[in-house]
């Protein structure tokens, strides 16, 4: 592979010697190259997920199929569990059990009308964020997934901050330190923010 250095934006996963090797394009020297590839197949797996409906997405199959279809040309690890503890997120060993127990939760709250529809989605955003499936990639997919638990029952997707903005939530930036603050409230039990933000 190229030898890169990555230039990780603030709340980012960074990635340990074996994920990076991970890498299949052999011609990325620079992290603008990274970041357009993974744009444009991030783009393609919205439009899987827009042009078709789909009937139950509160499962791992779907989770790391979606994965697989935003990062599979780029990284060989993409769609699979992450091997390796991170500074944030459960252990490595504690992910299935927990993705588990956060789909039963927000099938429960989606039966019993426990919640309105966005805080469901905010919730079910912090949760997959928290969890932190994956060795990379976990915010766009947590988003993605989210719109996607939206749409399937005839909701809106959220606009993440872009009614306001056309910075990128994955390169460092204005918009990007407000989400990582509202994710950081959301992990004491604080949603507002967090509500505010995804319909912005």
Same mark, same amino acid.
């Given at each position: 592979?190229?030898?890169?250095?990555?230039?990780?934006?603030?709340?980012?996963?960074?990635?340990?010697?074996?994920?990076?090797?991970?890498l299949i394009p052999d011609y990325i020297t620079t992290q603008g190259e990274l970041n357009t590839l993974e744009r444009e197949n991030i783009l393609e797996a919205a439009s899987w997920i827009?042009?078709?409906?789909?009937?139950?997405?509160?499962? #791992?199959?779907?989770?790391? =199929?979606?994965?697989?279809?935003?990062? *599979?040309?780029?990284?060989?690890?993409? &769609?699979?569990? $992450?091997?390796?503890?991170?500074?944030?997120?459960?252990?490595?060993?504690?992910?299935?059990?927990?993705?588990?127990?956060?789909?039963?939760?927000?099938?429960?709250?989606?039966?019993?009308?426990?919640?309105?529809?966005?805080?469901?989605?905010?919730?079910?955003?912090?949760?997959?964020?928290?969890?932190?499936?994956?060795?990379?990639?976990?915010?766009?997919? #947590?988003?993605?997934?989210? =719109?996607?638990?939206?749409?399937?029952? *005839?909701?809106?997707?959220?606009?993440? &901050?872009?009614? $306001?903005?056309?910075?990128?939530?994955?390169?460092?930036?204005?918009?990007?330190?407000?989400?990582?603050?509202?994710?950081?409230?959301?992990?004491?039990?604080?949603?507002?923010?967090?509500?505010?933000?995804?319909?912005?």
């Amino acid at each position: 592979m190229s030898q890169f250095t990555i230039d990780y934006p603030s709340g980012a996963t960074p990635l340990d010697s074996n994920e990076l090797d991970g890498l299949i394009p052999d011609y990325i020297t620079t992290q603008g190259e990274l970041n357009t590839l993974e744009r444009e197949n991030i783009l393609e797996a919205a439009s899987w997920i827009s042009g078709r409906p789909h009937s139950d997405v509160l499962n #791992a199959t779907f989770a790391f =199929d979606l994965h697989r279809r935003m990062f *599979g040309p780029v990284w060989k690890w993409a &769609g699979t569990q $992450r091997t390796s503890n991170k500074s944030i997120g459960v252990f490595k060993e504690q992910i299935s059990e927990e993705l588990a127990m956060l789909f039963g939760n927000v099938k429960y709250w989606v039966a019993n009308k426990t919640f309105t529809w966005d805080e469901i989605g905010v919730r079910f955003h912090h949760g997959l964020v928290s969890i932190h499936i994956f060795a990379n990639g976990n915010g766009r997919h #947590a988003r993605i997934m989210t =719109d996607a638990l939206l749409v399937s029952n *005839g909701q809106e997707p959220f606009s993440w &901050g872009m009614k $306001r903005s056309e910075e990128a939530l994955e390169v460092a930036g204005a918009l990007r330190r407000e989400y990582i603050s509202a994710l950081k409230r959301a992990d004491q039990g604080d949603y507002r923010e967090l509500s505010r933000f995804v319909r912005s």
